[in-house]
């Protein structure tokens, strides 16, 4: 159940930053929960394998090259779901920061785990 609300919490914070953040599109909420849920799934199986293979350059840059990862992550939403659209790496860097922030605070509502 608690899986249920994080992604529309997700889905909710998703619209909020295409509705303030210029170059993020989002067609509709039914959209936004597409986005969410396939965001949680990249997130699941794809990140791990990206953070694995880039383990020396995130060392090296002590941690900051995770931010490319989650905007990787971000662009590559924008490839599988349709009617989302990130125009570009800058804005899907700054969208992953937002959206982890908005994350947090939503997820604070729900209590710890």
């Not at 350059?57 to 995770?66: A, S």
């Amino acid at each position: 159940m608690k899986f249920l609300i994080r992604i529309l919490l997700t889905a909710v914070a998703v619209v909020l930053l295409a509705k303030f953040l210029p170059g993020v599109t989002v067609a509709g909420y039914v959209t936004a929960i597409i986005v969410a849920v396939v965001l949680a799934i990249l997130n699941l199986i794809v990140k791990p394998i990206l953070v694995i293979l880039t383990l020396p350059v995130t060392v090296i840059t002590l941690g900051l090259f995770l931010l490319v990862i989650n905007a990787v992550i971000i662009l590559l939403a924008d490839a599988f779901v349709s009617g989302f659209g990130v125009d570009g790496f800058l804005i899907a860097l700054i969208f992953s920061l937002l959206l982890s922030l908005l994350q947090t605070i939503l997820y604070s509502v729900l209590g710890s785990d």
